[in-house]
C-alpha cells in the first residue's frame, strides 16, 4: 500500500511527501503519509487518482474526506493500513502534524520495587 501511495503522490507532483512510521505511537494505522498540493484542484486531483490506484490495486475501503467539501485546504485518504493526508501550503505550516506524529512516545516507567 505504501509503494503506491509514494508512486502516485510523485506521479502527480506532490510537494515535499513525508512518509512516518506511526509503529509503537497508535493503531489506526501502520503510516502516515502527508504532501502538498499547489492548489485545491491539484488536492482533489491528486485524492481522486490516489483513490482510483488503490482500488486498481484491490484496496478495500478507501476513503476520501475533504473533497465533497469544494474548498477544504486539508483532504485525507484513509487506505487502511497507510493514511494520506493532502495539504495545501498555509495548512500544511498551520497544523504541522508530522511534528506530532515525528515525536517519539513517552517511555513508561518501569514498576519498581514499591
Known sequence: ?????????????AIDPVVI???????????????????QRH??????????????????NVAVEGAEEGGSPWLLIDAGDVI??????ETREFYDIEKLWSVAPPRRAAAGPG
Open 21 to 39: 512510521s506511526l509503529a509503537g505511537k497508535t493503531n489506526i494505522a501502520d503510516y502516515m503519509v502527508v504532501a502538498t498540493g499547489t492548489s
Open 1 to 13: 500500500m505504501l509503494e503506491i501511495v509514494k508512486r502516485s503522490l510523485e506521479d502527480d507532483k
Open 84 to 89: 494520506v493526508h493532502l495539504f495545501r501550503a
Open 43 to 60: 488536492l482533489v486531483a491528486m485524492a481522486e487518482k490516489l483513490r482510483d490506484r488503490l482500488k486498481a490495486e484491490r484496496a478495500r
